[in-house]
T-cell receptor, first 110, second 114 residues
Framework: QKEVEQNSGPLSVPEGAIASLNCTYSDRVSQSFFWYRQYSGKSPELIMSIYSNGDKEDGRFTAQLNKASQYVSLLIRDSQPSDSATYLCAVKRSARQLTFGSGTQLTVLP | GAGVSQSPSNKVTEKGKDVELRCDPISGHTALYWYRQRLGQGLEFLIYFQGNSAPDKSGLPSDRFSAERTGESVSTLTIQRTQQEDSAVYLC????????????FGPGTRLTVL
C-alpha cells in the first residue's frame, strides 16, 4: 500500500462545475496535509494546507480532512480552464519532509 | 521577497560525469529540502537540512548522491558518476522551520543524463 494514494485521472470537468480531488494516506500519525498545484513543466505551487478535521475554505478552494478515515480532499468550485493542472496531495508525519501522492491530472473543459 | 531559486535550470551531462545543482532558499527560512521528480511521477524526498542540525539523508538513493548546506543559506546537491536513471527534475523547497512550516518550491533543475 502506498503511503499517499491519489486517483491518477485524468479527471475532466466542464467549466463552472465542481472538481473533486481525493487522497488517502496510510500513516495514522500524519499531522499536516497539503495540496499543491503543478502546471506542466513547472514546479509545485502550494494552494491549501489543513491540519484539523473538517473543512477549510480559501476562495474557490475547499480542503476537507477526516483523520478517522485517513482521507483528505480538495474541492474546486466554479472550475476554470486555468485550473487545468496536476494536483498533488502531500502529507507530513513526525519527520519534516513531505510524502507526496503521484498526483491527479485535472482538465477543465471550456 | 524573492522565492526559492535554483540553478542551473537545465543540465545535460554524459553518463559518468559529476554534476552540482544549487539551491538558494527564501531569506529567513531555516529548513531546506531536496526532492526528485521523475517524468510523470510524484516527488521523492532526498534530503532535509534544519539550521545547524545534522541533515536527514534518509531519502538519498545511493552514495553517489550528497548534499551540503552552509549555515542557513545556499545548498548544493552533488551527483557523482551520473547514470541515465538519474535523469529527472530536482526540486528544492524551503520552509520557516516552525509553526505551519509550509514548504515553498523553487523552479527546479531538469537533469538529463545521456
Amino acid at each position: 500500500q502506498k503511503e499517499v494514494e491519489q486517483n491518477s485521472g485524468p479527471l475532466s470537468v466542464p467549466e463552472g462545475a465542481i472538481a473533486s480531488l481525493n487522497c488517502t494516506y496510510s500513516d495514522r500519525v500524519s499531522q499536516s496535509f497539503f495540496w499543491y498545484r503543478q502546471y506542466s513543466g513547472k514546479s509545485p505551487e502550494l494552494i491549501m494546507s489543513i491540519y484539523s478535521n473538517g473543512d477549510k475554505e480559501d476562495g474557490r478552494f475547499t480542503a476537507q480532512l477526516n483523520k478517522a478515515s485517513q482521507y483528505v480532499s480538495l474541492l474546486i468550485r466554479d472550475s476554470q480552464p486555468s485550473d487545468s493542472a496536476t494536483y498533488l496531495c502531500a502529507v507530513k508525519r513526525s519527520a519534516r519532509q513531505l510524502t507526496f501522492g503521484s498526483g491527479t491530472q485535472l482538465t477543465v473543459l471550456p | 521577497g524573492a522565492g526559492v531559486s535554483q540553478s542551473p535550470s537545465n543540465k545535460v551531462t554524459e553518463k559518468g560525469k559529476d554534476v552540482e545543482l544549487r539551491c538558494d532558499p527564501i531569506s529567513g527560512h531555516t529548513a531546506l529540502y531536496w526532492y526528485r521528480q521523475r517524468l510523470g511521477q510524484g516527488l521523492e524526498f532526498l534530503i532535509y537540512f534544519q539550521g545547524n542540525s545534522a541533515p536527514d539523508k534518509s531519502g538519498l538513493p545511493s552514495d553517489r548522491f550528497s548534499a551540503e548546506r552552509t549555515g542557513e543559506s545556499v545548498s548544493t546537491l552533488t551527483i557523482q558518476r551520473t547514470q541515465q536513471e538519474d535523469s529527472a527534475v530536482y526540486l528544492c523547497a524551503s520552509s520557516s522551520g516552525q509553526g505551519a512550516d509550509e514548504q515553498f518550491f523553487g523552479p527546479g533543475t531538469r537533469l538529463t543524463v545521456l
